[in-house]
């Protein structure tokens, strides 16, 4: 992909293409994003959002942003993360865009729960859960839910705990995510742990360590041992 792209870039620019240079950088810099090459993705973002907010495209500047703020994240510079979502948030409701404000408003709460800023990522998680709900996504309404029983535990309410992770543990089952599965079942083995109901939680964790084992998550697997 990168090698098409890079092929393409000079001849948009060669030709005056603006809107062709400014979606072949960002497609440069996602590629490069998700390779793990953070500071490269930053340069080629970084090229392409001017251009957008020249030509006027909201939606790839809100995209673009956004990208930028998920690039940051990456590199723990969480700061930055929340200012290119803050950017990115608005435009995203300017333009009517309900997935991009949606994935937005979830990486937000989730930069908030990395920082320890509980209410703060409930917040977020909580405007976002019911745009994903309202599209079908699952997978993502799944890690919400599981994000928000994990705050709530943190926080020591426990019976909501419970309900937000019982909520999440057929949705990762319905899309066969085994991975966010076995986290949700250790989750509510904590809970149900630290609720009394010893013979539950060991149900649960009996559950969660063979579906560790079959996605080879080895820290998944010490923990629900331990």
């Known amino acids: 992909a990168l090698d098409y792209l890079g092929q393409a870039l000079p001849l948009y620019r060669a030709v005056g293409d603006r809107s062709g240079e400014a979606t072949t950088l960002y497609g440069i810099g996602a590629v ?98 019911p745009i994903f709900r309202a599209s079908g996504n699952r997978s993502v309404e799944a890690a919400i839910l599981n994000g928000m029983g994990t705050i709530y535990s943190a926080l020591g309410e426990k019976q909501k705990a419970s ?14 995510e085994r991975s966010g599965e076995a986290t949700a079942l250790n989750n509510i083995g904590n809970v149900s742990s630290a609720l009394g109901e010893n013979q539950k939680a060991l149900d649960y964790y009996g559950q969660a360590l063979p579906l560790y084992r079959t996605v080879g998550d080895r820290s998944g697997e010490a923990v629900t041992l331990n």
């Open 32 to 129: 490069y994003s998700a390779l793990g090459e953070q500071q490269k993705a930053l340069d080629y973002l970084g090229q392409a959002l001017p251009i957008r907010r020249a030509a006027g495209d909201r939606a790839g500047e809100a995209m673009t942003l956004n990208w930028v703020g998920a690039v940051y994240a990456a590199l723990g510079e969480k700061q930055k993360a929340l200012d290119y979502y803050g950017q990115a948030l608005p435009i995203y409701r300017v333009v009517g865009d309900r997935p991009g404000e949606a994935t937005t408003l979830y990486e937000i709460g989730a930069v908030y729960a990395a920082l320890g800023e509980k209410q703060k990522a409930l917040d977020y998680y909580g405007q976002a859960l």
């Open 163 to 176: 309900d937000y992770l019982g909520q999440a543990l057929p949705l990762y089952r319905a899309v066969g």
